[in-house]
T-cell receptor, first 117, second 113 residues
């Protein structure tokens, strides 16, 4: 596709259930990011992938959160035993690998709205 | 990490220029200045970035103060579609955790017809 695709667009789950959120980056983009945005707040960085490896997991809020990326393409963010405070929009972004990361442009998907009841 | 300060909100009239300010008094020599915007119900989109010199592209212009402690995003003729939250972000050249984009709360721009 032309842009970053995320699925599902909306997910409603019950407290304590596990959820998986999927991100399809732009073809050829080697860098992939996950962010989350709570209602009325700015974006919170979660994790960064370069290829299949995650050199920066510093933003994952707890060990209930994990992410993987296979084949240098699709990524899945998994939240185990969901809590109500996990309710947010989860955004994925991808970019071309750049030696100069400071000039890197991120392309974002439209996000997955997660609601934990 | 170097931080940025932006007004919470601004208003503009359609077809008038808009100047969105950003203060970053603790910027380091290796920090680039990035701007993204987020339209309602969408993910952020890249607008522009620069290091020292003023920059222009089809979307906007970026004016950077000589001491680099502040910058201004300029929309030359605001349209209703420009109503969004605008984020000013510093990004370290050397990457690592400091190289990730750290978003603040940004400036919510309203455009009146």
């Amino acid at each position: 596709g032309a842009g970053v695709s995320q699925s599902p667009s909306n997910k409603v789950t019950e407290k304590g259930k596990d959820v998986e959120l999927r991100c399809d980056p732009i073809s050829g983009h080697t860098a992939l990011y996950w962010y989350r945005q709570s209602l009325g707040q700015g974006l919170e960085f979660l994790i960064y992938f370069q290829g299949n490896s995650a050199p920066d997991k510093s933003g994952l809020p707890s060990d209930r959160f994990s992410a993987e990326r296979t084949g240098g393409s699709v990524s899945t963010l998994t939240i185990q035993r969901t809590q109500q405070e996990d309710s947010a929009v989860y955004l994925c972004a991808s970019s071309l690998k750049s030696i100069d990361r400071a000039g890197e442009k991120l392309f974002f998907g439209s996000g997955t709205q997660l609601s934990v009841l | 990490d170097a931080k940025t300060t932006q007004p919470n909100s601004m208003e503009s009239n359609e077809e008038e220029p808009v100047h969105l300010p950003c203060n970053h008094s603790t910027i380091s020599g290796t920090d680039y200045i990035h701007w993204y915007r987020q339209l309602p119900s969408q993910g952020p989109e890249y607008v522009i970035h620069g290091l020292t010199s003023n920059v222009n592209n089809r979307m906007a212009s970026l004016a950077i103060a000589e001491d680099r402690k502040s910058s201004t995003l300029i929309l030359h003729r605001a349209t209703l579609r420009d109503a969004a939250v605008y984020y000013c972000i510093l990004r370290d050249y050397y990457g690592g955790s400091q190289g990730n984009l750290i978003f603040g709360k940004g400036t919510k721009l309203s455009v009146k017809p």
